[in-house]
């Protein structure tokens, strides 16, 4: 009987037979991926600017933006499939989410520290020649 008014409560809030089932959502939770996964890119080098990114190999790139966007999408499953939203799941993978934020701001830190900087000229880098001859006027500086 508890099962019957369960089904039929589905079925008048989906307002047809099929049930909003797991399919639904893993349709939605596959397309939150695709939009989450350049998002945290962006977002990314927009924080830690693009010159840094341009030092980074690919596959750092590529295993951080995955990671931060599967934990944005468990986070999204944790809040939604459970009867409350703030629960040891979703806490957890919120945890994730900033452990995977720190993994990627540490990762840049440290590329950061290690990039070769540009030599700029100097003084010490100029050569210059004087002549003394008195035909010679100036002073050339190469």
Known sequence: ???????????????????????????????????????????????????????????????????????????????????TAWNRRSRAWLAGLLITAGIMASITLYYHLHEIPDEPDTDETTKTSVSNHPSASAIYVA
Not at 9 to 25: K, V
Not at 29 to 53: C, K, N, S
Request: negative net charge; aromatic residues 12%; charged residues 15%.
């Open 1 to 83: 009987m508890q099962e019957e008014l369960q089904e039929t409560r589905i079925e008048e809030f989906t307002g047809s037979g099929a049930p909003a089932g797991p399919n639904w959502l893993r349709l939605a939770y596959a397309f939150e991926y695709l939009i989450a996964l350049p998002i945290a890119l962006q977002m990314w080098t927009q924080v830690d600017g693009q010159g840094h990114m341009d030092l980074l190999p690919w596959y750092l790139k590529l295993f951080c933006g995955a990671a931060a966007a599967w934990c944005v999408v468990r986070l999204t499953a944790a809040l939604v499939e459970q009867t």
